[in-house]
């Protein structure tokens, strides 16, 4: 049972870290949420969002950003689990880096490096995590779509969220 226990931390930790990273690129734009017209400026408002979530009403903000299959995972996480993933946590995005952008059209892959530092556990750790996401061109505005790991990262989430 410890182990399982590790194992749900480490997957809502990945889970906060990537929305953390959200929240904190909202942070740098200013306090209004701005639309973003590029696809890269729209990952990186995400993550600064996602890092700075501070109750289970900005649950709804974040799914506001998204459709198809990443709308559905938001939507789906319950506000008690939404809660204890994302809600004040600790998790600090220290750099986010957009590696590779492909726009064809209305539809649009970013591929990002965030380093995090984690001060959960028993040591603060550094953490570096790849991910591509996939977003579409709606109305002239871009929404995440879906997001999958890159490189080595290999940490998969139920109802289509990896982070």
């Known amino acids: 049972m410890g182990e399982t226990r590790f194992a749900t931390k480490a997957v809502q930790m990945k889970l906060l870290l990537s929305f953390a990273l ?3 690129l909202m942070s ?19 993550v600064r969002l996602s890092s700075d979530v501070k109750s289970p009403d900005d649950k ?3 799914a506001q950003m998204c459709q198809g299959r990443m ?28 590696v590779q952008t492909e726009i064809d059209g209305n539809l649009a892959r970013v ?7 984690n001060p959960n556990g028993q040591d603060t750790t550094v953490e570096t995590n790849e991910r591509e996401v996939e977003l579409l061109r ?7 779509e879906a997001i999958r790991p890159k490189g080595s990262d290999q940490i998969a989430f139920t109802r289509g969220m990896i982070f």
């Not at 740098?28 to 995400?46: A, I, N």
């Not at 995972?73 to 750099?95: G, H, L, M, R, T």
């Not at 709606?138 to 995440?144: A, E, I, P, S, Y």
Request: some cysteine.
């Open 22 to 24: 959200s929240f904190f």
């Open 71 to 98: 709308r559905q995972a938001i939507d789906a996480i319950s506000d008690d689990a939404f809660s204890v993933a994302y809600v004040n946590q600790p998790i600090e995005v220290k750099d986010f880096k957009v």
């Open 138 to 144: 709606v109305d002239g505005q871009w929404f995440l």
């Open 60 to 62: 709804a903000m974040l």
């Open 111 to 117: 591929h990002y490096r965030l380093e995090i530092l």
């Open 28 to 46: 740098c734009t200013g306090s209004k949420l701005q639309t973003p017209s590029k696809p890269e400026d729209r990952v990186q408002l995400f």
